[in-house]
């Protein structure tokens, strides 16, 4: 059975969830379900990063300790993927012992081979701020954070440093000749553009005296790791390196990286230098996605428009009908049809309004209420005989639909699954104004209305196991239908139903969402 081993970001653990991590969060349980879909053997990962100044400073204004806080932000972020249907297999927490001492473990190792050196750091810094900031951020020799802008101090610091910067020309050559290993293309070219300039080496310590909530490092007491060399190892030490070599070779490399196009640099560049020093081979694919902006804005705490998870999908669907709530799947499908691959989108209360009612009341919802109607009406429940031969419609499912799933379910690009299946709703919508089923029983035509009935049920089991990744709470409702229908083994294959077995009723799938 293939392998495939995917991971989210792990999610600073300073401040709550909201809509950008669920997306990235979303978009990889997609993949991993579709790959689950497919018979692979799938291990997805997502957790949360606990360490360094963010955390320390954000602790420090909340007055709690850091501990406090990212056990508090860590339990919203595991609890918000339960509500999201999300299904990872592990959730790692870089606090937890399993990684620290897998770090401190590579940390030695990489210390005793030479990858790391001491020497004078010279930069900016504001001493309120307790940070170094870069040549390019400073603009006016004030510090950049708009709160503070009080003047830079010139310092000097003592730090260690990995060597990165040997690692640039087979790092080049490795992009240019996998053309996989960074998606999409854009910031493949932008890492490369990247790559055009010489590559410094890595300054991977901070001396305890700044920053103290990290992992010491294990030859020098004095100083904590810089928190990303720290983070990006959970990749390797959450599959049990190097203390578990049997599992983590199971594993590793990971398949499939899902990231945003902020952290590029460090996914792209800091990562494989580091698996490289380690003598470890690199992640296949690192798929970084765009940004979600909100009603066209960049989402912040300041602008008041920082959209929660958790406050979308408890919303009601309809004023008429307050018990039923949003949930978790239109949520999810919102988000994964309305980013275009690689590109910024724009959350909308009226796209997702429209997005809902077209794609899922519409076309799913109404598609699936219809004809378990019509074969109750008309064929009493039961399946009914199977045609003697394909329509059109029918043939459409066998020839383009069925023999293109296996691919689309391993390509990682979840809506172009989304796309076909809707694509063939629609069809089957069409199929039923055409062979209007209510016309030919009133003339008789018993065995068309069987035979139109019959493709069109089977075709909703179809979707029922096509759309599983999409719609993972949902499905259970329409499975349901098909529970005493005689189905078994692979579904995606034409003519399983078995006439004369009992069909139910799935319920109203999806209520049409009013204007708020
Ligand atoms: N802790 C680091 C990642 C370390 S991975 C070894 C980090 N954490 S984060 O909390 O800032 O999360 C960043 C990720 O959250 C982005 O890469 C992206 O996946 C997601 N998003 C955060 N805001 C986003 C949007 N507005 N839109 C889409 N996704 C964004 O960086």
């Known amino acids: 059975m293939p392998k495939f081993y995917l991971t989210t970001p792990i999610y600073y653990a300073n401040d709550v969830p909201h809509l950008g991590h669920a997306y990235t969060t979303i978009l990889a349980d997609t993949i991993a379900r579709q790959h689950r879909l497919a018979g692979d053997e799938v291990r997805f990962l997502t957790g949360t990063d606990e360490h360094g100044d963010k955390i320390e400073e954000a602790a420090r204004r909340q007055g709690v300790t850091p501990r406090q806080l990212v056990d508090a932000v860590s339990g919203k972020f595991r609890s918000l993927w339960t509500e999201l ?47 170094f900031w870069t040549e390019k951020e400073i603009t006016d020799g004030n510090c950049p954070n708009p709160e503070c802008r009080r003047p830079l101090q010139k310092l000097v610091e003592e730090n260690y440093f990995f060597r990165m910067g040997r690692h640039q020309a087979w790092l080049v050559d490795h992009i240019r000749k996998h053309p996989e290993f960074i998606q999409p293309e854009l910031r493949r070219n932008e890492v490369l553009g990247f790559l055009a300039k010489p590559l410094g080496d890595l300054c991977i310590s901070r ?99 920082v959209i929660d998870p958790a406050e979308v999908i408890a919303r009601p669907i309809d004023s008429m009908m307050p018990e039923r709530r949003v949930g978790p799947d239109t949520f999810r499908f919102y988000l994964l049809r309305e980013m275009p691959p ?7 209360q009226e796209r997702f309004r429209t997005t809902y009612n077209a794609d899922l009341a519409n076309n799913i919802g109404n598609l699936f ?40 379910l391993r390509k990682d690009r979840p809506e172009e699954t989304i796309a076909l299946i809707l694509a063939h709703g629609d069809r089957a919508n069409r199929f039923i104004e055409e062979r209007k089923p209510w016309e030919l029983a009133k003339k008789g035509e018993t065995a068309l209305l069987a035979e139109t009935l019959y493709e069109l049920v089977e075709f909703l089991r179809i979707l029922s196991a096509t759309l599983e990744p999409f719609l993972p709470t949902t499905v259970q409702q329409m499975r349901a239908a098909f529970a005493e229908a005689g189905v078994s083994g692979n579904p995606f294959r034409w003519g399983l139903l078995e006439p004369g077995r009992p069909l139910r009723k799935a319920g109203i799938l999806f209520v049409k969402m009013g204007v708020r």
């Not at 203390?243 to 499939?256: C, G, K, S, V, Y």
């Not at 792209?268 to 996605?289: E, F, G, K, N, Q």
């Not at 909100?294 to 008041?304: D, T």
Request: aromatic share 12%.
């Open 85 to 131: 249907a999300v299904a990872n297999d592990d959730f790692i927490r870089t606090t937890e012992d399993r990684h620290k001492l897998a770090v401190r473990d590579i940390l030695t190792r990489l210390h005793k081979e030479g990858h790391f050196y001491k020497a004078a750091y010279e930069g900016w810094f504001c001493t309120p701020c307790e940070r």
């Open 207 to 305: 001396p305890k005296s700044r920053v103290s909530w990290g992992i010491p490092l294990p030859f020098d007491g004095e100083y904590v790791t810089y928190v990303w060399f720290d983070a990006l190892l959970n990749y390797i030490t959450a599959i049990g390196y190097p203390f578990e070599m049997r599992t983590f070779q199971r594993w590793w490399p990971a398949d499939l990286h899902v990231i945003g196009k902020e952290i590029v640099t460090t996914h792209c560049v800091y990562w494989p230098t580091m698996l490289a020093a380690l003598d470890l081979p690199l992640p296949r694919t690192i798929l970084a996605h765009g940004w979600w902006l909100v009603e066209g804005e960049k989402m912040s705490k300041s602008k008041g428009n």
């Open 342 to 348: 690689g590109q910024d989108a724009s959350f909308t």
């Open 369 to 408: 209420s219809r004809v378990l109607t019509m074969v109750e009406k008309y064929a009493s429940g039961k399946v009914p005989a199977r045609p003697a031969e394909p329509s059109a419609f029918a043939r459409s499912v066998t020839e383009e639909l069925l023999p293109a799933i296996p691919g689309l």
